[in-house]
């Protein structure tokens, strides 16, 4: 690797944009900033493949990789095709017998191609081993145009009225610095421009805990829906678990609950992990029989906000700029969306020649701001209000007036309404619930309320 | 509609709808269908949609309570007081 250590003026940067991370956020901008002729530097920290959480897709990245050229490349990879999402009743009191196997009824499916939107180029999405798409993903950029630095960490950031920023970047203990027009931050949950800035407020509500790993030879059955993404709800409140089909044989498993329910059983995190699945015997005997293939890992302190998406000379995307909650698998979606709004802004600003002095301001991401801050307002909503009651989610899903409504969310599709009105729909029968406990839904408000948080 | 005919249909809807795969349990006029969870949260709705549907009875969220649903009796009398 040689970076170009030449002492520039600000009218002439080494790069027009420095990107921090190379996951599907940095990646993604990379692409259309180079498929605009932008030069773009990448710094990722790790060597690809690296293996990451967050393996199901929504149908809105399609746009993306549609845009990209990148759908070949993706039906060419053989990701398990995603059609819909289903969930599963626990077997407690309150769920146990009445549905069981009675379509439509506690396996609520939904197929993505009821929905024909922009949004939903094909009526199916992928699931993906994130080692293999992020390292397609971030090839894609460098065969495009960007520069694509891997095993390079950025350490910090500087910036000065009088100059461009410089980017700090260590690899094997050596510092070097990289000036930039633009800094991206697209480090992912390690927020490195939050962090230094100081933007990062932890969410009040959402205090997520999670616990995952794949398994080989897991039987996902014959049915139409086994290569679904399942969520299997858990008798513990606002618990549930996840399974993923990563490919023919290989299905991944997590268990996401409150920090609270892991910390206070004091448990061993396998010991927990394994507690869980039980509560679905059927999962649990197929799993046991199934073949662990990596040790557990564990996400935490993963939902959080950020007072500000962008600043002069600086812009913040995918997890590096918000990140909720895992439910909607709207985590990539998010971060390839995000980026591609990014671009947008960044493109017209060279296109336009409105650069103050050569410099970014934050007035040049105004679209960007406003449209990121409605897609993450629309999702925590949704998000807080699935955790508040979720047997409204379920029956919005059966209900012929609103399926549609909730399908183009469950889609991805966020950005365009100020609140989409199936969620104001939702929010007047939760608030009546709440306000009356007499309700015979009353009891079955989760503890997770649906405070707004809007920190940006 | 006469009352049997309420109660009756209440009752068939119920028994295919929540009990399907319990022939074994008898449902009676006062059996408690909520307390015993022979409806549950989502078959609350379920239910509702179908009073809409039958009945053309549209049920507030505030009428959504114990008095309204605990038995085949009280869903039955319910129904008829809102068609009065
Ligand atoms: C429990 C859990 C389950 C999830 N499940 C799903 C799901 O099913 N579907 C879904 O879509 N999303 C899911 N997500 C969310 C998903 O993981 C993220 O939203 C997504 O990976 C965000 O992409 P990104 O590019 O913003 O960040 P990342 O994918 O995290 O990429 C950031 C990159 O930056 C690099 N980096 C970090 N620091 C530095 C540095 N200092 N210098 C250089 N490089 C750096 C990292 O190595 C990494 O490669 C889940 C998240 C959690 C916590």
């Known amino acids: 690797m040689k970076l170009n250590l030449k002492i520039m003026n600000i009218n002439n940067p080494q790069f027009e944009v420095g990107i921090i991370g190379g996951g599907p956020a940095g990646s993604t901008l990379a692409s259309y900033l180079s498929q605009a002729n ?164 932890k969410d009040p509500v959402f205090n997520q805990f999670a616990i995952h790993t794949w398994f080989e030879g897991f039987d996902r059955g014959e049915t139409e829906q086994k290569d679904y993404t399942f969520i299997h709800f ?10 993923i089909p990563i490919s023919e044989t290989v299905t991944s498993f997590g268990v996401v609950t409150q920090k609270e329910h892991f910390s206070k059983k004091k448990q061993e995190r396998e010991e927990f992990f394994w507690d869980c699945v039980k509560t679905q015997p059927k999962i649990y005997d197929k799993l046991k029989q199934a073949k662990q293939l990596r040790a557990f890992k564990e996400e935490s302190d993963y939902s959080y906000g950020m007072k500000q998406f962008c600043g002069d000379g600086w812009i913040l995307v995918g997890d590096a700029a918000r990140f909720v909650d895992p439910i909607f698998s709207s985590g990539v979606s998010v971060a390839l969306n995000s980026a591609r709004f990014a671009s947008h802004d960044i493109i017209r600003a060279f296109q336009e020649g409105n650069l103050d002095q050569g410099k970014f301001r934050r007035k040049h991401f105004e679209q960007y701001e406003s449209i990121l801050k409605r897609g993450t307002k629309n999702w925590y909503e949704f998000i807080s209000l699935y955790y508040r009651l979720n047997v409204l989610f379920t029956r919005f899903v059966f209900d012929p007036r609103h399926r549609l409504d909730v399908i183009k969310l469950l889609s991805g599709d966020v950005y365009d309404q100020d609140e989409p009105s199936v969620l104001q729909e939702m929010r007047k029968i939760v608030t009546e619930i709440e306000q009356n406990p007499n309700h015979l839904l009353h009891k079955l408000l989760g503890n997770l309320t649906a405070n707004a948080f809007n920190p940006s | 509609m006469n009352q049997l005919s309420i109660k009756e249909t209440v009752k068939n809807y119920i028994q295919q709808e929540f009990l399907y795969d319990k022939p074994e349990l008898e449902l009676n006029d006062d059996s408690l269908l909520i307390e015993e969870e022979i409806i549950d949260s989502l078959g609350i709705f379920v239910l509702i949609s179908f009073l809409d549907e039958q009945f053309q009875v549209k049920v507030e969220p505030q009428e959504v309570i114990a008095e309204n649903f605990a038995t085949l009796d009280v869903i039955t009398s319910f129904v008829e007081n809102k068609l009065a």
């Open chain 1, 234 to 243: 858990l008798p513990i409140s606002n618990s549930w678990i996840w399974q």
């Open chain 1, 38 to 201: 932008i030069s773009c530097v990448v710094f990722e920290r790790e060597i690809f493949p690296r293996p990451h959480v967050g393996e199901s897709l929504v149908p809105a990245t399609n746009r993306v990789f549609k845009e990209l050229n990148f759908l070949e490349t993706m039906e060419q990879a053989g990701f398990p095709h995603k059609y819909g999402a289903a969930w599963t009743a626990y077997n407690n009191k309150i769920y146990s017998h009445n549905f069981e196997g009675m379509p439509p009824d506690y396996a609520v499916d939904i197929r993505f191609d009821e929905q024909k939107t922009s949004e939903s180029i094909s009526n199916y999405t992928y699931h993906v081993d994130r080692g293999k798409f992020d390292q397609m993903l971030l090839e894609h950029a460098e065969k495009l145009g960007a520069t694509v630095y891997q095993g390079v960490r950025v350490t910090n950031i500087q910036f000065s009225e009088n100059e461009n920023p410089k980017i700090f970047t260590s690899q094997d203990d050596k510092t070097r610095e990289t000036s930039v027009r633009l800094v991206v931050d697209a480090s992912g949950r390690r927020t490195i421009l939050g962090s230094q800035l100081n933007l990062k407020i």
